[in-house]
């Protein structure tokens, strides 16, 4: 289904998109939102720091907006259940990563998920700092949990700082998340 406009966040993007495209429960729209963003290739403190986290959120009825990737993504996802956006890369219709199955299933079911494409177009490479930028402008605050200085996550907090979003970081060993500490 498409939404009949689009979110007023996403108007103060210099290229919002043209229309979203959705699955679920469109009322977590109108809920104050964070989005929690992060490497796939999350360590075990990150996870179990972005479970608290989103778990706290969920508790305060904030939304935990995010990209269904595998890692931080998804683990914000599922501790949100069902209080969480998932903004995809790809037609709704093509579940990316296949790995996520079971989870993306949860958030069509439960939660919403949200994508600018139409059904059939695939997860191209650069479609995934398109979705970034959508998770960032929807939400009132960022939390980058785990980063690489040249990763997808950083590229969320630049966006961030563009669009006077604030940006939280989860604190790691020296040497093993450069990009956030």
């Known amino acids: 289904m498409r939404l009949d406009f689009i979110p007023e966040p996403l108007k103060r993007l210099k290229n919002p998109p043209k229309e979203l495209k959705f699955i679920g429960d469109t009322s977590l729209l109108e809920l104050p939102k964070v989005a929690v963003v992060g490497s796939r290739k999350a360590n075990t403190y990150t996870k179990e720091c972005v479970e608290v986290l989103c778990g706290v959120l969920k508790s305060a009825n904030i939304c935990v907006v995010s990209g269904g990737a595998i890692g931080v993504d998804i683990a914000a996802h599922k501790a949100a259940m069902p209080i969480t956006i998932g903004v995809f890369a790809s037609g709704l219709d093509i579940i990316y990563p296949s790995q996520n199955r079971t989870s993306i299933g949860e958030i069509y079911a439960k939660g919403l998920a949200l994508s600018e494409y139409d059904e059939g177009e695939?997860?191209?490479?650069?479609?995934?700092?398109?979705?970034?930028?959508?998770?960032?402008?929807?939400?009132?605050?960022?939390?980058?949990?785990?980063?690489?200085?040249?990763?997808?996550?950083?590229?969320?907090?630049?966006?961030?700082?563009?669009?006077?979003?604030?940006?939280?970081?989860?604190?790691?060993?020296?040497?093993?998340?450069?990009?956030?500490?």
């Open 122 to 181: 695939p997860p191209l490479a650069y479609r995934f700092l398109e979705r970034n930028r959508i998770v960032v402008a929807l939400s009132q605050a960022l939390v980058v949990a785990q980063a690489d200085p040249k990763s997808g996550s950083m590229q969320s907090a630049r966006m961030a700082k563009e669009l006077g979003v604030p940006i939280f970081t989860l604190p790691q060993r020296l040497g093993e998340s450069d990009g956030t500490n």
